[in-house]
C-alpha cells in the first residue's frame, strides 16, 4: 500500500496558466513570458509534467493533503487517473 502526503503539489493548473497566458510571475520570468517561443516550449515543457505527477497519482492508495487548495487540485490530477479505487477522495488534515 503506498500512502501520500502532498504538501504542494509538484505541478498545478494554476503555473500552467500563468505561463499559457504569457504572465511574468513565480514560475514564469519575463524573459519567458515576453517569448512566444519559449512560452509554447514552457507550456509543452508543464503539459509532460502535468502527464507524469498524473501518472504517480496512479500508485497512491491513500493521499493526504494539508490545505483545501492542494486537496482539490489532487483530486483534479490523481483522481481520475487511480487504479484501484481504495480510497476515491484525498484526505484533507
Given amino acids: 500500500m503506498v500512502i501520500s502526503?502532498?504538501?504542494y503539489p509538484f505541478i498545478s493548473s494554476d503555473m500552467?496558466?500563468?505561463v499559457q497566458s504569457n504572465q511574468a510571475s513565480f514560475n514564469n520570468n519575463a524573459a519567458i513570458a515576453s517569448s512566444a517561443v519559449f512560452s509554447k516550449l514552457k507550456v509543452v515543457y508543464y503539459y509532460i509534467l502535468t502527464l507524469f505527477y498524473k501518472s504517480m497519482g496512479n500508485y497512491s492508495d491513500m493521499t493526504f493533503?494539508?490545505?483545501t487548495w492542494t486537496n482539490q487540485h489532487i483530486?483534479?490530477?490523481w483522481?481520475?487517473?487511480r487504479k484501484?479505487?481504495?480510497?476515491?477522495e484525498?484526505?484533507?488534515?
Fill in 90 to 93: 484525498s484526505i484533507l488534515l
Fill in 5 to 7: 502526503y502532498t504538501h
Fill in 79 to 81: 483522481k481520475p487517473c
Fill in 16 to 18: 500552467l496558466a500563468k
Fill in 75 to 77: 483530486k483534479a490530477l
Fill in 65 to 67: 493533503t494539508n490545505s
Fill in 84 to 88: 484501484e479505487k481504495t480510497i476515491t
